[in-house]
């Protein structure tokens, strides 16, 4: 019996779409719904990249993220990566998107490792702190 999302992936792009990919996707999915139990991820299919991806909300005020499925064998060149960020065209506003996304690397023993990736170079969100930044090593080992 296939998942029902596995159907409908199998029903997009015209079985252009290589079944490796819609495993991952498939492994992907079930293991943000059912493993690490996320209630807002939503799979779609880009007709252009012919490939599947998901679209999820971490928290109620943050922004949608977008997750390319893909299995750890697949070689992906940084050009084509680019042409992801530039292809991708999620739905609903823009606005409510995060401009990075995420690669999902699906093992062949079904393992999932995330990695969170930017179209270029991105400054750091939080700027350090005096208290923040390490001390001297004759500062931490004073003893009063």
């Known amino acids: 019996m296939e998942h029902p999302k596995l159907i409908w992936l199998k029903s997009k792009g015209d079985g252009k779409c290589d079944d490796s990919l819609n495993h991952a996707a498939i492994a992907t999915y079930c293991n943000l719904k059912e493993k690490k139990k996320w209630h807002e991820v939503e799979l779609y299919f880009d007709e252009n990249l012919k490939r599947p991806y998901l679209v999820v909300k971490f928290a109620e005020e943050s922004l949608n993220r977008v997750i390319l499925p893909m299995f750890s064998e697949e070689e992906m060149s940084p050009e084509d990566m680019l042409s992801v960020f530039h292809t991708i065209q999620p739905p609903g506003d823009p606005d409510l998107y995060d401009d990075g996304l995420i690669l999902a690397l699906v093992s062949s023993d079904q ?32 003893l009063k």
Request: aromatic share 4%; charged share 20%; no cysteine.
């Open 111 to 142: 393992n999932i490792v995330y990695h969170n990736l930017s179209p270029g170079l991105v400054p750091p969100t939080n700027k350090p702190t005096p208290s923040s930044i390490p001390k001297s090593r004759d500062q931490k080992r004073k």
